[in-house]
């Protein structure tokens, strides 16, 4: 067995193995399905928030992140749905890089060159 491979194996064992790991992409799964079927009432109940979903409910909410994370305890971070509900998103235009080529215009940094 190599390094990498000791590594990796080291890191299930820590996880609580394959079939805890299993689970818990199941809840986190359950878990963004939850938040999805309840945007509309989750943003209502905290507009500009961090949110923290752990088993179907909001465990936790902040105005920054950092705050959020810190409240959300150490064993249940790796499973936990974190979202901002953001009352006012502002929509995004983006254009292919084609589309900069047919008007002329090309970014400064060259990205669709």
């Known amino acids: 067995m190599n390094k990498s491979q000791e590594e990796l ?12 790991i ?9 878990d963004k399905e939850f938040v999805s079927k309840h945007w ?3 943003l209502r109940q905290y507009p500009d928030k961090w949110i923290a979903v752990l088993r179907g409910r909001v465990i936790a909410f902040a105005d ?15 499973a936990t749905v974190v979202k ?4 006012n998103p502002k929509p995004l235009i983006l254009m292919a890089a084609s589309a900069f080529r047919k008007v002329g215009t090309v970014p400064l940094n060259g990205a669709f060159s």
């Open 64 to 78: 920054d992140l950092k705050t959020l994370i810190g409240s959300i305890p150490e064993e249940d971070r790796s």
């Open 9 to 20: 194996r080291r890191v299930i064992e820590e996880m609580g193995g394959t079939e805890r």
């Open 84 to 87: 901002f509900l953001n009352a």
């Open 22 to 30: 299993a689970e818990k992409l199941k809840q986190f799964t359950r």
């Open 40 to 42: 509309e009432e989750l």
